[in-house]
């Protein structure tokens, strides 16, 4: 029996990749699939997004790219993320596009690369903060030069205007640039910008977590028509009698002060359900929720059934801890992240299976 199952639904993905399509009409769609797709699988999701009509797709790094390739994933890609010589062979081979923003950068890459310059509009991060230095890279790049870009740092907090900087900021350098280059691709957006501001979609959208159905602002994903793609469920290993000062787990951080009844359920840090949830989680066993307890580790955690269990539930009963009702934006609050972390934090020991509309499939 497996310890720890996400089941990730295709179809939610090909919603939501439509939901956003629709929010930004007009421009292109570039599905980020970073990260095994913030922890959804990388492959699956993103014949999924293409199929749902994203005509590119992302990774952070080299590798990932050569991953898509290797299992046969066709069409435009980009790497996005900061590459030394090696990982720049490691894209090229693939038939990635990469991000530039220096001259040297550039010089190094052979005559059939193509290239993406990145101007720094405030994130910080990588991409160059002088608009003349991105200039010159664009004018050097020639025919490699494919598209010109930018990321936002706040997008996701409606409050904050250097959204609006950064957005003025990386519009007034590339409107120039577009009307001198007719087929330059302007991208900029991420899954907040896409929803929040449609003057930030320009030629194509990069959207990332909302692809999952999570939802980029922490709030309800529902209430802006995303789906939420994944369901972590794990099942009840055993139930047992806790008398009231015995305790659970590690450091005895839990002491019933009541004759109670705990499950274990075989998931912990280790399946990548993280330990900052300890103390702060739910789990849904048939129709009803019941508080995690003690501290989590790295195979088990344990949950309270309460004093009046009477054989409800079960050894071999489902546990979900994300899915209808528990959703990773409750659980990412709980424990003092965002819903980007709780699923993309699951680890290679909890398994991945796909469904479409509720129907089995491998993901192929
Ligand atoms: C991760 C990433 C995205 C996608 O961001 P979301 O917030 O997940 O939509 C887009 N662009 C860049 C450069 C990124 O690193």
């Not at 509009?121 to 010159?136: F, V, W």
């Not at 330059?184 to 957006?189: D, G, K, R, S, T």
């Not at 528990?326 to 699951?346: H, P």
Request: glycine residues 10%; aromatic residues 4%; proline residues 4%.
């Amino acid at each position: 029996m497996a310890r720890a199952i996400a089941r990730v639904d295709l179809d939610a993905v090909a919603h939501n990749v439509r939901t956003l399509a629709a929010a930004a009409p007009g421009a292109r769609l570039c599905a980020v699939v970073k990260a095994n797709a913030y922890g959804h699988g990388a492959v699956a999701c993103a014949r999924a997004a293409q199929r749902a009509g994203a005509s590119w797709l992302a990774t952070a790094g080299a590798a990932e790219a050569a991953e898509l390739r290797a299992a046969g994933v066709a069409g435009r890609l980009l790497v996005m993320g900061a590459l030394d010589a090696e990982d720049m062979a490691i894209a090229v081979a693939a038939q990635a596009d990469v991000v530039v923003w220096d001259e040297g950068a550039l010089a190094a890459l052979p005559s059939h690369a193509r290239v993406h310059v990145k101007l720094d509009s405030g994130m910080g991060r990588l991409g160059t903060r002088d608009p003349d230095q991105a200039t010159r890279v664009v004018e050097a790049a020639g025919e490699r030069l494919v598209g010109v870009m930018t990321h936002f740092a706040t997008a996701d907090d409606r409050q904050d205007a250097f959204f609006e900087e950064q957005l003025a900021r990386f519009a007034t350098w590339a409107a120039p640039l577009r009307v001198a280059r007719p087929g330059l691709l302007v991208h900029a957006a991420n899954s907040a910008a896409t929803l929040r501001d449609a003057a930030s979609h320009f030629d194509m959208i990069r959207p990332g977590v909302a692809l999952y159905g999570l939802d980029p602002f922490g709030e309800d994903a529902a209430a802006r028509s995303l789906r939420p793609a994944l369901a972590l469920t794990s099942h009840v290993a055993a139930v047992k009698g806790c008398a009231a000062g015995q305790s659970a787990g590690y450091g005895r951080r839990f002491v019933a002060t009541v004759d109670t009844v705990l499950a274990t359920v075989p998931i912990g840090y280790g399946d990548g359900w993280r330990r900052a949830t300890t103390g702060h989680a739910e789990v849904r066993i048939g129709d009803r929720t019941y508080p995690q307890v003690g501290t989590v580790s790295m195979d088990n955690i344990t949950v309270d059934l309460g004093p009046q269990n009477g054989g409800r539930v079960r050894v071999g009963d489902e546990v979900v801890l994300v899915g209808p009702g528990l959703s990773a934006e409750t659980v990412a609050a709980r424990s003092d992240t965002i819903n980007y972390e709780v699923t993309t934090a699951l680890l290679p020991r909890t398994q991945r299976q796909y469904h479409r509309a509720g129907a089995d499939g491998d993901g192929t």
